[in-house]
């Protein structure tokens, strides 16, 4: 088992950035792409940005590619989320997951198997 822990959300104005970042301990080395996924209020979770761990491809839904960056750690266990330029609709509950051993798509949340307890981003117009 992975566990994992976020932080740095909050709450910034429309066009400011944010860094989230998520610790990883326990099992490791079993991980083989790290994601982050979002819930805003009312939807379903949704994948944002991800990545596969040994050699760092990344992976983004259409609609922040260009605006986040995903980014690892590995001798830290960490995975980054630099969100730049946000909107309103990004505002949502931030999580971090891990899948692996296997090698499956980076963006079907479906094959994530360990999940950190979310950290809030709220964008304000």
């Known amino acids: 088992q992975v566990r994992l822990v976020e932080s740095g959300g909050g709450l910034v104005k429309v066009g400011e950035s944010l860094r989230l970042s998520c610790a990883a301990s326990?099992?490791?080395?079993?991980?083989?792409?790290m994601g982050w996924f979002r819930r805003a209020p009312g939807k379903d979770r949704e994948f944002v940005a991800g990545?596969?761990?040994?050699?760092?491809?990344?992976y983004y839904r259409d609609s922040v590619r260009g605006r986040f960056t995903v980014s690892r750690d590995n001798a830290k266990n960490t995975l980054s989320l630099r969100m730049n330029n946000l909107r309103p609709e990004d505002t949502a509950v931030y999580y971090c997951a891990t899948s692996g051993p296997d090698q499956t798509p980076v963006t079907d949340q479906d094959y994530y198997t360990d999940w950190g307890q979310g950290t809030q981003v709220t964008v304000s117009s």
């Open positions: 326990g099992r490791t080395g079993s991980i083989y792409a």
């Open positions: 990545l596969i761990r040994s050699d760092g491809v990344t």
